[in-house]
């Protein structure tokens, strides 16, 4: 027993210090004007609006994918499954040079794309949208597909035998019954879209006030000016960890 | 349970051992420095850890165990000079900026005033790296006003926009177009241009002053002029 | 609005094949062991399960045809279900429940919920449970939203599967009287799937009999009983039944024994003999009754007045005597014991 708590006590060590040193180093006295000047507002507003987008764009997409998951046996599935949750374990920066030839100039499908409006996706508001979801959406997947499994599916076989249609039924009994696991998955993809940074800056590269997301900013601003670094640090440490405590253990659809 | 503690911490003092029986040399270089070290003969073993400037200075000042320290910008060793970290710092390269853009320039890009033509998407390496802040030097003598696409976190990364196509120029090092980068380069005139120079300095803290200070001495050297300048650096 | 199917269905380990025909004018109980495929039945007439081999007609509509491949979602079907477990809607209230069917067929949400309250002031459910989350609803409770949601989409098939199982027995008799008297109200054909005879005896007025996926009887309810064709049905409304060949004066059972009965019947027959018209004795009986054998007390339950006895023997057989009797004869489990019935006391029919 002594053995156990003394190794778990070297493992919260290891998760706590980082951020204890991180509050440490935190210019507390100045932390108001820090915050408040213009990169700092720049690369908040343009994280909040990125990430939402990327939220948006993982509800529309992944939500459908995971009721093809959960619902409707296909040859390879399980493949695809993998491939959906790739993202999730792989380096950001892998994550985004598979992007730049997918989606760059040259890419796969860019190229062809390149004068659609809309397009070229690389440099803009919208690749750094494209980039957080592409990391992001797996959890909202994974989460939302757990609760589909979970649900009793006679509860929507009730409401068919009541006249409701399939969209109705998704509407106003799946939705409601699954809506911990989304909100949870949801959360977690909100969180994760936030914190990107691998992938969004080797896709939608790094410009004040147009792709200059948080953690960017953070990054490029460590060498020069830690102050503010920590700073903007402290921010996604607080979003971070609110939704965590919001979640309260309620973790990828599990009860 | 207590076999594998065991032998993990015999993996450690072994991996330590390992490390400590030969005289090695760790040197923390500019990234841009990458390819002209590796063709270096230094006489002894070198390891050598690539980075951004600032990076560098930020873990010399953090004690990350290093010998010599080589960074592309004189700001950058002056921190350490004043926080008595190195020793006195000795130039061995400069360099020059130049004008990055496709093979076969389909831009037709000539002169840095041609990076202001609307519409073109130009990457420059970001404020806190050496690089950037000489561009925006560079650009600010000539008088000439751009829009980025992206401001790059390192010189390497700017490379890659142009040569991918990303971006159609970039202002980096003239080192970055003499190798097989995948860009072209287009001169800019001495009178605009900006050069960096390349300070070299032996870490205080390192474990092996003597042999780090003959590392510094050899890049000084006929030998280290010749394998810096085969990749496009300037002399001291 | 008649409902005519014939129903095959392949489920695991359940085959299930059989043709049914239920009217309007009268509430058909089915009936029958657990696994017999009742429930498969239900879910086949309520769209939930495609039909392997038939046909299902409501009125004129075909709900669906295996031939052809036509099948009618249950949407489209109007059929409704009120199910064992309720199923009702967690996240909605009684109300929102009942308004659910309203709401899907168009209905506008003051207009369903008023026709909801009503509904389930129908099946008595008091107004302050209206608006209660299902969680927070009795059995009882819960399965009157449940019935008032069925009844509300006014469909022409309603099915009750199992519609009191869940209820705890207190409940059960006051909710029996609502199923009865909202059933005897609602237009439409009624089908009530159950394994409790007080509920067939009490909703229905014919009983559908199936056992292994298949109909063994049908008929009104008096009959069925009075004349089972099956051993689950005799065992239902508690009967001795055996099933022989009539020769001359005789029951020739499987095994080789047989019973004298006194009506003459040939070929394949019934007999059912009440199990108070079996005597048990110590001794072999020198009574005048024909059929006597000796058995085994396999089992004994003392049921209010009255004690039920199992005896193993050729056939096995069940008394019922009064507990004095039953101390009297210091029967035990495992007792050798004597069992005498009267051919008189034999009702024998064909089959």
């Known amino acids: 027993m002594k053995r156990t708590a003394l190794l778990a006590g070297a493992g919260m060590a290891l998760m706590v210090l980082p951020l204890a040193g991180l509050l440490q180093r935190a210019p507390w006295s100045t932390l108001g004007t820090e915050l408040a000047s213009r990169e700092a507002r720049d690369a908040l507003g343009l994280s909040l609006v990125s990430s939402l987008g990327a939220l948006a764009v993982s509800v529309v997409l992944g939500v459908p994918l995971a009721w093809i998951l959960a619902r409707v046996p296909f040859p390879g599935r399980a493949l695809v499954r993998a491939l959906v949750m790739l993202p999730m374990v792989l380096p950001p920066v892998v994550g985004g040079v598979a992007l730049l030839s997918a989606f760059g100039r040259r890419g796969l499908l860019g190229s062809w794309l390149g004068s659609l409006p809309g397009f070229p996706l690389p440099f803009t508001l919208r690749g750094v949208v494209l980039a957080q979801a592409f990391v992001a959406m797996p959890f909202l997947v994974v989460a939302t597909e757990a609760g589909l499994r979970q649900l009793d599916r006679r509860h929507e076989e009730a409401a068919a035998t009541l006249g409701a249609r399939p969209w109705r039924r998704f509407r106003t009994v799946t939705v409601p019954l699954i809506a911990p696991s989304l909100a949870a998955g949801a959360a977690l993809c909100w969180a994760r879209a936030l914190g990107e940074f691998g992938a969004t800056i080797t896709f939608a590269g790094n410009l004040p006030g147009r792709t200059r997301t948080l953690p960017t900013a953070i990054y490029a601003g460590l060498q020069t000016r830690p102050e503010g670094a920590v700073a903007l640090s402290l921010v996604l440490l607080a979003v971070c960890l609110a939704v965590l405590v919001a979640l309260r253990g309620r973790w990828l659809g599990t009860t | 349970m207590r076999r594998i503690v065991a032998s993990f911490v015999a993996a450690l003092v072994v991996a330590g051992c390992t490390t400590a029986s030969e005289p090695t040399l760790t040197v923390l270089a500019a990234a841009s420095l990458a390819e002209a070290f590796a063709d270096l003969d230094p006489g002894e073993q070198v390891r050598y850890s690539f980075a951004g400037s600032q990076q560098l200075v930020a873990q010399v000042e953090a004690g990350v165990p290093a010998d010599v320290v080589a960074t592309a910008d004189e700001a950058a060793m002056d921190r350490l000079v ?110 605009l241009n900006v050069v960096a120079t390349y300070p070299a300095a032996v870490v205080r803290a390192g474990a092996n002053r003597p042999l780090a200070r003959r590392f510094v001495f050899r890049l000084t050297g006929d030998r280290g002029r010749a394998a810096l300048a085969a990749h496009g650096f300037l002399a001291p | 609005m008649t409902l005519v199917a014939e129903v095959g269905v392949r489920l695991g380990a359940l085959d299930l094949d059989l043709a ?44 669906a045809d295996a ?50 309250g009503d509904w389930l002031g129908r099946v008595g459910l008091a107004v302050d449970h209206h608006h209660s989350r299902p969680g927070r609803l009795s059995g009882g409770q819960a399965q009157r939203v449940a019935l008032a949601r069925a009844l509300a989409t006014e469909p022409e098939l309603l099915l009750l599967d199992e519609p009191l199982s869940a209820v705890d027995a207190a409940a059960k008799g006051h909710l029996r009287r609502v199923l009865r008297e909202r059933l005897a109200v609602t237009p439409g054909v009624r089908l009530v799937v159950t394994h409790d005879p007080v509920d067939a005896m009490t909703l229905a007025d014919r009983l559908v009999v199936v056992e292994d996926g298949r109909v063994t009887q049908e008929g009104p309810i008096a009959e069925v009983t009075t004349r089972p064709r099956s051993a689950w049905v005799a065992r239902l409304v508690g009967l001795n039944l055996f099933r022989g060949r009539g020769e001359g004066g005789r029951l020739v059972l499987p095994g080789g024994s047989a019973l004298t009965v006194a009506t ?61 009797a039953a101390t009297e004869l210091r029967l035990a489990e495992g007792g050798r014991v004597w069992v005498s019935v009267k051919a008189t006391e034999i009702d024998v029919y064909p089959g």
């Open chain 3, 264 to 324: 003459t019947v040939e070929g394949p027959a019934f007999a059912l003999v009440h199990p108070r018209a079996v005597t048990l004795h110590r001794r072999p009986p020198e009574s005048s009754a024909r059929n006597a054998w000796a058995g085994r007390a396999a089992g004994l339950h003392f049921e209010g007045d009255r004690a039920r006895v199992e005896v193993d023997g050729t056939p096995p057989i069940v008394a019922e005597v009064t507990p004095a």
């Open chain 3, 20 to 63: 049914l025909e239920a009217s309007p004018d009268e509430v058909v109980a089915v009936v029958g062991p657990n696994g017999a495929g009742k429930s498969t039945l239900l879910r086949a007439l309520a769209g939930l399960v495609r039909l392997g081999r038939g046909r299902i007609v409501l009125g004129d509509r075909v709900l």
């Open chain 2, 82 to 191: 004043r926080a008595n970290l190195v020793e006195t710092p000795v130039v061995f390269a400069r360099n020059k900026l130049a004008i990055a853009v496709r093979p076969g320039n389909p831009g037709r890009i000539r002169v840095l005033a041609d990076l202001a033509r609307p519409g073109l998407r130009l990457a420059l390496a970001d404020g806190t790296v050496p690089v950037g802040r000489f561009a925006q030097q560079a650009l600010q003598k000539g008088s000439v006003r751009v829009r980025p696409v992206s401001l790059e976190l390192d010189v390497k990364a700017v490379v890659s926009r142009v040569a991918s196509g990303e971006a159609e120029a970039g202002i980096v090092y003239a080192t970055d177009v003499t190798r097989a980068s995948g860009v072209e380069g287009v001169a800019i005139p001495d009178d």
């Open chain 3, 67 to 116: 031939r052809t491949g036509a099948h009618v979602a249950p949407e489209g079907r109007r059929v409704a279900v009120v199910f064992q477990d309720t199923l009702l809607f967690p996240h909605l209230s009684a109300l929102d429940n009942v308004a659910y069917g309203l709401r899907a067929r168009g209905a506008g949400r003051a207009d369903a919920r008023r026709r909801g």
